[in-house]
């Protein structure tokens, strides 16, 4: 059943589970717990396309790093942001998961064994699970790599680019245990009088109405920005915001910031772009990158972030007319239906055409233009307890505060880049491929990322909000523990990379599904001990509203 409260707003909606957020991670767990055989409503702040005046609700405040403006970093309609998302799926490395002891703040209360059966499902639910990445063969140049020091690893892409959004979920639109609630924006999570369990949520429809929404379990997946702010502002039993005993909620903001880390310089152009190019594997398209060893990170004291090789303008020079025409229409385009469904077409365009030429394409243009053969960098943040998402002053719609965001990088940051870059320069001499020629921004003392315009379609970052609800068994850690429960809450969990403790090099969204996948199963363990402790059986209950 589906509800648009912009038309008409229950009283309200009694379901097992409410989950906050249409996303990958919201649905993922929605679907899961209704093959469990409980009710769920599934709670969206926008409706099925982008509207203005309800993405406005993501505006806010930058106050820290440059970043991009917060409501073009997320969408809030059916879906969420996988509505545009490219598709690139990766898995973390077994590293990421421990305390290092270089990385202050790292380490997970789980680790990768924890979620294995559940990243199976994921790569499942994408149509990805023909390329796990111990069975692509490494390409080219990229097989000669010393292990002792460079890693490759692998993305696969998702071949929809609209598996999330409203017309592909038709199984939960006609679910008779599920309600799909659109343009319903959760303004506080309302704990019981003390304080150790969520009675309800207050939920406004864009006419002012009030809907009060009430279930057993409560689920948070609206990302890594906007599930801190939902914690932070609901705080009327809680003073400090629900969660926030120890300050914890909305710190450790972390990205993946993208930056150009020098150039090769040589006459091993075909052979580098050859290597990274994208390509099929058992009828997946999967892209190498290279990341630092293990070994190489623990000799000294990196991050694990992730390199790849290709064709860019050099630092002072521009991009061609038609790569401007294709930025203009990637970021100047409102994301609704028809803005995507133009952004499709074209990145189809693009990789059959990509696809087609190889790295002719590429090498042909750098030696008529003159480019670089650039590094291009996707890097992990060091957790950073001093990065973190606030409210600010201002309300917005709904009269709820609005998002401060203080994004703050670390010394480390740059310094692990500098060594990921130093290794491919050994490597790359060693294999007489020519010379890498580090970035200036790597060896300046005063550390500070640099990003470029030039070398990436989101020069400042992937969009990849993370760390802001952390995972910790101890609460004077994190916000939750290792199941996504917020500790202290008995009946509200988290799902989405606001858990992630740390980032790694990987892109979030496999992690985010399999994650949600093992967090909708506990809750559903706990919905069943009641029943399972009376004797009772339990009624088939359905999603009620009033």
């Known amino acids: 059943m589906r509800i648009d409260c912009a038309l008409e707003a229950p009283e309200a909606v009694t379901a097992d589970v409410a989950i906050v957020g249409s996303g990958a991670a919201g649905q993922a767990a929605a679907r899961r717990l209704l093959a469990r055989g409980y009710s769920v409503v599934l709670i969206e702040s926008g409706g099925t396309d982008h509207e203005p005046a309800t993405a406005d609700l993501n505006r806010g405040d930058v106050v820290g790093q440059p970043y991009h403006p917060l409501d073009h970093s997320r969408l809030r309609f059916f879906g969420g942001t996988t509505a545009i998302w490219g598709g690139r799926c990766a898995e973390l490395d077994p590293i990421d998961f421990e305390r290092r002891e270089w990385v ?76 799909i609630m659109l343009h319903a924006t959760v303004r506080e999570v309302v704990l019981a009088a003390d304080g150790h369990s969520v009675e309800r949520l207050d939920v406004v429809a864009p006419g002012g109405q009030r809907i009060d929404i009430r279930a057993r379990q409560f689920l948070l997946a609206a990302g890594g920005i906007e599930n801190p702010r939902i914690l932070l502002a609901s705080n009327s039993i809680a003073p400090a915001g629900v969660g926030n005993e120890h300050d914890l909620v909305g710190r450790f903001f972390m990205e993946h910031p993208h930056g150009r880390g020098g150039r090769i310089i040589g006459q091993a152009d075909w052979r580098w772009l050859d290597a990274f190019r994208k390509r099929r594997f058992n009828g997946i398209d999967v892209a190498p990158t290279v990341t630092p060893s293990e070994s190489l990170q623990r000799r000294e004291g990196l991050l694990n972030s992730a390199l790849t090789v290709a064709v860019r303008p050099a630092v002072t020079g521009s991009h061609a007319l038609v790569k401007r025409a294709y930025l203009h229409v990637k970021h100047r385009t409102a994301p609704t239906r028809r803005g995507r469904g133009l952004w499709k077409v074209t990145r189809h365009l693009v990789r059959a055409y990509t696809g087609m030429v190889g790295p002719l394409h590429p090498w042909l243009l750098k030696r008529a233009r003159g480019l670089d053969l650039a590094l291009v960098l996707r890097a992990e943040q060091a957790p950073n307890p001093h990065s973190r998402v606030m409210l600010g002053e201002q309300a917005d719609g709904t009269g709820m505060r609005r998002v401060k965001l203080d994004w703050r990088l670390s010394p480390i940051d740059v310094d692990s880049v500098a060594g990921l870059v130093a290794a491919l320069d050994r490597e790359s001499r060693r294999l007489g491929l020519g010379a890498v020629e580090a970035a200036n921004w790597l060896s300046d003392p005063a550390k500070h990322w640099v990003s470029d315009d030039l070398i990436s379609a989101h020069p400042l970052g992937g969009f990849h909000h993370m760390g802001t609800t952390r995972m910790a068994d101890d609460p004077h850690f994190g916000v ?67």
């Open 104 to 179: 202050a703040h790292s380490g997970w209360p789980i680790g990768a064994a924890d979620i294995a059966s559940h990243l199976d499902e994921a790569r499942r639910i994408l149509q990805i699970e023909g390329a796990a990445p111990d069975d692509i063969p490494s390409p080219g140049v990229l097989d000669r790599l010393s292990p002792s020091e460079l890693a490759v690893r692998w993305w696969a892409f998702d071949p929809l680019f609209d598996r999330f959004t409203i017309d592909r979920s038709g199984d939960l639109d006609l679910h008779t245990r599920c309600t």
């Open 480 to 546: 939750t523990d290792g199941w996504g429960r917020v500790h202290g809450v008995a009946n509200l969990h988290i799902a989405g990379s606001s858990l992630f403790p740390t980032g790694g090099w990987a892109n979030p969204t496999l992690t985010i599904l399999a994650m949600a996948l093992r967090t909708a199963d506990r809750m559903a363990d706990q919905l069943q001990a009641p029943a399972a402790a009376t004797g009772a059986n339990r009624p088939d209950v359905l999603g009620t509203t009033g």
